[in-house]
């Protein structure tokens, strides 16, 4: 038995791709894509007639340039979604544009586009999260799109305030990131030795796993962003892995056992308060590298959204 074929008895493990090719290899139930790994994906030439498709539904929609330019983009995301929905018989995760990360209206508005994007191709919403930056903005519009019965998968989390207030907002599911938490800390030369346990990326996902567990509460925690295998096996019996197709085949060339980190205790206690906007904010505030990465990933999503609108306007 491989590591990943051991890995599987306790964590449902997820593709974080947009490569077909590594997904038709892989067979995950679920997959998760996000603006870098669309702009990755449709720079191939294998996906060539996604993007000319996607501007001619976007001509046939009408209205100005710029609401053309809006329908393409989010009309490639949702046709590279189908593509991998073909292959797998889960759920796929699509991202909102990052630049809607502060405004709790518009996220909502685009959301329910986006679904109703699939719906015309025969896509159930149950087989769609839809991915928003875990800004507190964002995080109540997944409370309110919930009520839609359309589910969203938080990501960009870098602090428990991000993951308790996705909690107390009853979020599907959160995506807090191993690796970029761990990066911070290794710019910042505070991992003077390494070692997979004391990762500081894998100590947060610890930390949120047990709250969760302890207080009963139904957001599925799925680590994401990993670097090496050693922070995937520490976190093994985490509800779900979501990991790249490189580290996947390293896991699967590894024989051995892997041996189950995470696991619920059975003693539940009761909240005896919920976040407001300006608790959330201020412990947020507290972690200067949450701070940061968050502002990071928000603005490279954006980045990479823009140049994928670029290469739209190219081809209109």
């Known amino acids: 038995m491989n590591q990943l074929e051991s890995l599987k008895k306790y964590s449902k493990i997820v593709v974080d791709s947009g490569d077909i090719e590594s997904i038709k290899i892989y067979l995950p139930e679920d997959t998760t894509t996000n603006p870098s790994l669309i702009l990755k994906a449709i720079t191939m030439p294998f996906y060539e007639n ?29 046709m590279l979604g189908l593509k991998i929905l073909k292959i797998i018989s889960g759920k796929v995760s699509t991202e909102v544009d990052a630049h809607l990360s502060f405004n709790t209206d518009l996220c909502i508005e685009r959301s329910k586009k986006i679904i109703s994007m699939y719906e015309e191709h ?47 907002a009853e979020v599907f599911l959160i995506s807090p ?7 911070w800390y290794q710019s910042k030369s505070l991992i003077p030795k390494y070692s997979a346990n004391l990762d500081p990326g894998v100590i947060s996902v610890r930390k949120i796993y047990f709250y969760y567990k302890e207080y009963g509460y139904k957001t599925i925690i799925m680590g994401a962003s990993f670097r090496n295998i050693q922070q995937v096996l520490e976190l093994s019996g985490c509800d779900y892995l979501t990991i790249s197709p490189d ?3 390293e896991l699967t060339i590894k024989e051995g056992y892997v041996s189950r ?3 619920d205790s059975n003693v539940k206690k009761i909240p005896t ?22 502002s990071e990933g928000i603005r490279q999503f954006g980045i990479d959204q823009k140049k994928l609108e670029k290469i739209i306007k190219g081809k209109m």
């Open 50 to 78: 996604i993007i000319c498709d996607a501007i001619l539904y976007a001509k046939r929609k009408g209205g100005s340039y710029e609401c053309q330019l809006l329908n393409a983009v989010d009309q490639v995301s949702v």
């Open 122 to 168: 025969g896509i159930s919403r149950s087989r769609i999260l839809i991915k928003l930056a875990a800004t507190w903005e964002c995080i109540q519009a997944a409370k309110e799109l919930k009520k839609h019965n359309i589910n969203c998968n938080l990501t960009l989390l870098f602090s428990f305030a991000q993951a308790r207030a996705c909690a107390e």
């Open 177 to 183: 990131f191993v690796g970029r938490i761990y990066d």
């Open 247 to 249: 580290l996947l085949k």
């Open 261 to 263: 980190k995470l696991c």
């Open 273 to 294: 308060s919920v976040l407001s906007r300006s608790d959330f904010l201020w412990l947020h505030n507290e972690d200067p590298m949450a701070v940061e990465k968050l």
